[in-house]
């Protein structure tokens, strides 16, 4: 059957993290909570989360807040790099710091990421087959949600680079069959007060 219904993908990072990353800190949970309240009025049918405690704990205290919406897990919405860009593909004046920062994770992450995040895009991206619209929530990482947001807007593979989202803030990407894909929302954190935002940003000034 032709996919033939809009897809509408919502994208959210866990919840602040422990230091040792087992579980959420308390403002971690309540910025789940309250993302999860703030998705009450949405047509949501699932939730997908990572493997990690941070990224299903977080799924679950969403999922409290809601009715009627399955949470499953998915071992694609792990956190990984999505892409190992070659230096002739980066901006000249960036390229070594760039890869540098990249060749400080573990090879692992750096060999089985690229494959996870083709089959990302297979399994989370595009319309849908049906006639009825599908809203998808998938909870994850800050490399992959930069991978998702690169890619529907056709911006070049190691783009994923630099796109930075808070922790519980939410990004909405539109697959329609009809037209080519759109980001409604980025990183957007009005569900939250505001000593709830920016966690999970680099230390800088901030906007």
Not at 59 to 67: E, F, N, S, V
Not at 86 to 107: I, N, S
Not at 153 to 181: C, K
Request: with cysteine.
């Amino acid at each position: 059957m032709t996919a033939t219904a809009t897809r509408h993908l919502y994208l959210a990072r866990h919840g602040e993290a422990s230091a040792d990353e087992s579980d959420l800190t308390e403002n971690g949970r309540r910025q789940a909570v309250l993302l999860g309240e703030r998705l009450r009025s949405s047509p949501l049918s699932v939730i997908r989360h990572g493997p990690l405690p941070r990224a299903a704990r977080t799924a679950r205290l969403i999922h409290d807040q809601l009715d009627g919406v399955e949470c499953e897990l998915s071992d694609l919405a792990d956190d990984y790099i999505p892409y190992v860009p070659h230096e002739g593909e980066l901006p000249p004046d960036h390229a070594g710091p760039m890869l540098e920062r990249l060749a400080r994770f573990p090879a692992e992450e750096r060999e089985r990421g690229p494959e996870l995040a083709r089959e990302a895009l297979a399994r989370f991206t595009g319309p849908v087959r049906g006639v009825e619209p599908r809203h998808e929530l998938v909870v994850t990482h800050n490399f992959l949600i930069g991978w998702l947001v690169r890619d529907a807007l056709d911006a070049p593979p190691w783009r994923w680079m630099g796109l930075n989202h808070g922790n519980a803030a939410l990004t909405v990407i539109r697959y329609a069959p009809d037209r080519p894909s759109s980001v409604l929302l980025y990183n957007d954190m009005g569900h939250l007060p505001a000593e709830l935002r920016w966690t999970g940003f680099p230390a800088q000034p901030r906007l």
